[in-house]
Each structure stands twice: as structure tokens, then as C-alpha cells.
């Protein structure tokens, strides 16, 4: 799986938006970019995932550059029940045996603030 | 639903005890894991199961065994606790092939 970099912490005002970069330079082709969070003390949840297009749900957007060496993040209206470390992983989509299994970093921690 | 399970909540072990966690899923997904995580850490894959009867080791095996005999339930067993194992662990399911993993509530372990 190809390695990911992002920022140790950030800050945010609630009812800002949170953008969370991802720098993953050595993707390869058939592997996707996932998003997870992890509140204090729970497990990480699902997020959002892409390839090379832009995504969105409910919860958030992916932005993903063009050569797709790195990856951003966007929760649009951050809240105060965003505050938590966000995981960036990168790994082939659907996949299945060993290639299921999720590498988690250490994530960027988020901090919203009023 | 209830979705991923795990039992106990906390627990505080002495060195060289054994004991069993607990996880369990009613969305009847083939795959399932366990993770540790360490303080301040991101989390490690202990072991993972593609389904009844199948197990492999992931990235930190040692000191810890599972089983898989049915697909709901995916025990933790950890022989002999040793204080490097103090940590919180999290079980997590998914449907083969899927891209999203559903993760417990996880297990406070505390080896002294």
C-alpha cells in the first residue's frame, strides 16, 4: 500500500470549513484514497473514498489533484462533533484477502473550535 | 442491528493471565479483524478472518490467537499478558470485497 503523509494537527472554527490534506505521492494506479475519522475513545468510522474524480456525500468532499499525488478533505460546515483525528489510507478498492486490510497511520487531529 | 459488539468494555490484567475478547456482528459479513491501538498511535492489524474457518496473521501477531467458527463471532485470545499488551483493541467487519469497514466500540486493556 502506498504511503501517506498528513499535517500532526489542525484548528478549525465551527461553522468553518475543515480542509485536511493528504499527500500520498506514491499511489498506484488501482488503488483508492479512504477516509476515516475516529472520535475520542470510539472506533473509527467511515467517511468517504475515490479514485480520481471528485467525491461528495453527506458527510463530506474528496478532492483529489489531477496526478493524484495528494488528496483533500473538505467537511463544509465543521461542527464541534468533528473534533477528531482523521485517517488518510490509501489502498485498492474492494478488496479482497489480504488486500481488505486497512493501514492506518496516525492521522491528522482536528480541533474545532467556537 | 447492532452492528459490531465487543465484550468487555475494560479490563485489567495481571502478567502472565490469559483472557478472551469478545466480538460480535449481526450484518453477516464474511471478513473480519482485529486491531490494537496504542496511545497516540494509529492502529495495527492483529489478525484478520475472510470467513468461518479462515484466519491469517496481520501485522502484529504475536502473543495473541483467534479462531473463526462461525461468521457472527471472531474471538481474541491473549495467552500470558505481557504489559506491552496494554492497549485498546478494536474488532471491525466488512462485506468481501467492500470498501468500508464497520468498527466496534473496542476493548480497554490494561496489563500490569
Known amino acids: 500500500d502506498a504511503k501517506t503523509t498528513q499535517p500532526t494537527s489542525m484548528d478549525c472554527a465551527e461553522g468553518r470549513a475543515a480542509n485536511l490534506p493528504c499527500n500520498h505521492s506514491?499511489?498506484?494506479?488501482?488503488?483508492?484514497v479512504y477516509w476515516y475519522r475516529q472520535i475520542h475513545s470510539q472506533g473509527p468510522q467511515y467517511i468517504i473514498h475515490?479514485?480520481?474524480n471528485n467525491e461528495t456525500n453527506e458527510m463530506a468532499s474528496l478532492i483529489i489533484t489531477e496526478d493524484r499525488k495528494s488528496s483533500t478533505l473538505i467537511l463544509p460546515h465543521a461542527t464541534l462533533r468533528d473534533t477528531a483525528v482523521y485517517y488518510c489510507?490509501?489502498?485498492?478498492?474492494?478488496?479482497?484477502?489480504?488486500?481488505?486490510?486497512?493501514?492506518f497511520g496516525t492521522g491528522t487531529r482536528l480541533q474545532v473550535t467556537l | 442491528n447492532a452492528g459490531v459488539t465487543q465484550t468487555p468494555k475494560f479490563r485489567i490484567l495481571k502478567i502472565g493471565q490469559s483472557m478472551t475478547l469478545q466480538c460480535t456482528q449481526d450484518?453477516?459479513?464474511?471478513?473480519m479483524y482485529w486491531y490494537r491501538q496504542d496511545p497516540g498511535m494509529g492502529l495495527k492489524l492483529i489478525y484478520y478472518?475472510?470467513?468461518?474457518?479462515?484466519?491469517d496473521k496481520g501485522e502484529v501477531p504475536n502473543g495473541y490467537n483467534v479462531s473463526r467458527s462461525t461468521t457472527e463471532d471472531f474471538p481474541l485470545r491473549l495467552e500470558l499478558a505481557a504489559p506491552s499488551q496494554t492497549s485498546v483493541y478494536f474488532c471491525?467487519?466488512?462485506?468481501?470485497?467492500?470498501?468500508?469497514?464497520?468498527f466496534g466500540p473496542g476493548t480497554r486493556l490494561t496489563v500490569t
Open positions: 478472518s475472510v470467513g468461518a474457518g479462515i484466519t
Open positions: 475515490g479514485l480520481k
Open positions: 489510507i490509501v489502498r485498492v478498492a474492494g478488496g479482497t484477502g489480504t488486500a481488505s486490510k486497512l493501514t
Open positions: 450484518m453477516n459479513h464474511n471478513y
Open positions: 471491525a467487519s466488512s462485506l468481501e470485497g467492500s470498501y468500508e469497514q464497520y
Open positions: 506514491t499511489i498506484s494506479g488501482n488503488e483508492y
